[in-house]
Structures are given as C-alpha cells and as structure tokens.
C-alpha cells in the first residue's frame, strides 16, 4: 500500500490531524472554550476588584453610579443582545452554507458592534466634560464621596474599556470572517471559524450583560 | 455533516426573552427593594449569560468535555470570590456599611 493511499481524499478546511471535519470543530470549539475561561478569570479578576470596593464603599459607589446615563446604558444593551442575533444567525446561515446571509449578517454585527462603540464614546466624552475621569482634575457633586466616587470611575473605565477593546478585537476578526467567506472558503461542511467567530462575539456579550447592571442599575435609582 | 442545526425561531426566541429581561432588569431598578436589588440585577444577568451560553452559544448541544470546561470556569471564578470574599468580610477591624 503506498503512503498516499493511506491519506484521506482531500476535503475542504480539514486538517490533516483530524479524522473528520466533525471532530476538527468538536476540537476547535473546545480550544475556543479553554481560552474563553481564562477570560472569564480575566474579566473575573476586576469584578471581584469592583465587588470588593462595593462591599467597602456602597454609599459612594451608588452616588458615582447615579452619573451614568442609564437610557443610554439600556440602549447599548439592547444594541448589543441585537448584535448577539445577528451573529447567532450568521453561525446558522454557515452551516447551511449561504454564502450571502453569512455576509450580511456578518455585516449586521459589525454594525451594530460599531454603533456600541458609537454610544460609549459618547458616555465617555460626557465623562469627560464633567471632570468625572480619575487623575487630578477629578471632581464629584458630592465631596464626601469624591475619593471613593474616583474607584468607582477607575473601574467603569477600566472595565467598560477592557470591554470595548474586545469589542474592537471582534470586529476584526468580523472582518476576517467576512473576507474567508467572500472567497468562498466557508461551506455547510466547513463552518467551524464563524461558529468559533460566534464563541468570542456572544462571551462579549455576556460581559456587558454583567457590567450593565453592576455599573448603571445598582445606584439607587428610585 | 454539520452536528446539530437548530431552527431559526430559537434564535428569534432567545432574542426576545434576552430583551423583555433587559427591561425588567431596568425597571427592577427604580424600585427601593433593599438587598434585593442587587440580588434581582445579579439573577437576571446570571439568566440572561446562561441562555446566551446554552443556545447562542449552542453548548446545550455540546459534548460533555466542552460542559467540563464551561463550568469549570464558573467554578474556579467561584473559588476566587469565595476566598477573597472570605477574608474581606471577616475583618473585624474594617466597618461595612
């Protein structure tokens, strides 16, 4: 028996190590989740920092809390579970191979990414204005606060910021996806990038669908 | 070949219990409800991320190594809040409140 008998007939996307396209995106989808845990540990890190110093700090934190623009909040949320749709679909429209909902609803979330991003700038630009970054022309309504405000906003800064650098990561690999599948290399067989695509997009999501309760809802609205 | 290709309307339905909880999760909020507060807002967002995981992210239909994995990093998150909570909320000498 030669040796290139022994090889399979070439399929499509799949790697010469693995027996099958179906058990290459078992293993690729599993990879993607062992890296999505250390994220969760990443992320996971600053929210035990914020449940700390909100544990310390209530009063303060639910006064810093009650600057932010929950109408704006609630619209990124609802822009980004929107976001979490259309790449749901995506992944679907891959695995039945169409080629052109792939793109568009690719093109969907890219969007919907980059009016997230629109509407932070904006709460970031607001921030601004009113003095309520941390450093040394911080200022806080409330003087007994202020120390205590500027935790909170070292936070959300760096927590939203951290989020929205994912975001940006997103959209990149968005843009790879979309140009893989304009050169027709997705197919209903080999769908496995979008699905892990999805994988990053969607733990994005679920980070927002954290931070926006804990940095907007908890500020004694009422 | 593809595993398990679920039909659109989950999608479609998942979206809509991920928006009608978002805007309870809002309105929970201009309610004076005390602890409950936090404990409702940190509920929904649990519900909310677990659908998300189950269905967008299909590991409903996934094998049980990638569910190992999945809880596994809610384990280990929950063995650092555990500790370090452990320790910040036993110091005598810290006021809470």
């Known amino acids: 028996m030669s040796p290139e008998a022994a090889h399979h007939p070439p399929v499509q996307g799949l790697a010469h190590q693995f027996d099958s396209l179906e058990q290459q995106t078992e293993a690729t989808t599993l990879g993607m989740w062992v890296f999505l845990v250390t994220e969760v540990l990443f992320f996971g890190g600053l929210f035990m920092v914020y449940t700390v110093y909100r544990t310390w700090y209530p009063d303060a934190f639910a006064a810093a809390s009650h600057t932010l623009d929950i109408t704006l909040g609630t619209i990124n949320t609802a822009v980004l579970i929107t976001s979490s749709l259309t790449m749901a679909l995506a992944v679907h429209s891959a695995q039945l191979g169409q080629r052109k909902l792939i793109m568009i609803f690719l093109l969907a979330t890219m969007a919907l990414g980059g009016v997230f991003l629109g509407i932070k700038g904006v709460e970031y630009y607001s921030k601004f204005v009113e003095h309520h970054v941390p450093g040394p022309s911080f200022h806080f309504e409330e003087p007994q606060f202020a120390a205590h405000a500027q935790i909170f906003f070292s936070l959300y800064f760096l927590m939203t910021g951290l989020h929205a650098l994912h975001m940006i990561i997103g959209f990149g690999i968005m843009l790879f996806m979309l140009g893989w599948t304009w050169k027709g290399g997705i197919t209903a067989d080999y769908y496995g990038p979008i699905e892990i695509a999805g994988l990053y997009w969607h733990f994005v999501d679920i980070v927002w669908i954290f931070l926006f309760p804990l940095l907007y809802l908890l500020g004694g609205r009422y | ?97």
């Open chain 2, 1 to 97: 070949m593809a595993a398990h290709i679920l039909p659109k309307r989950v999608y479609y339905t998942i979206f809509a219990i991920l928006m009608f909880c978002t805007y309870l999760t809002v309105q929970i909020a201009f309610f004076d409800l005390g602890r409950l507060n936090a404990i409702a807002a940190l509920a929904i967002a649990a519900f909310k991320a677990t659908i998300v995981i189950l269905f967008f992210m299909h590991v409903k239909y996934s094998t049980r190594l990638t569910w190992a994995v999945v809880l596994g990093s809610i384990f280990w998150f929950g063995i650092l809040v555990a500790l370090t909570m452990g320790d910040y909320l036993t110091r005598p000498w810290r006021m809470f409140g």
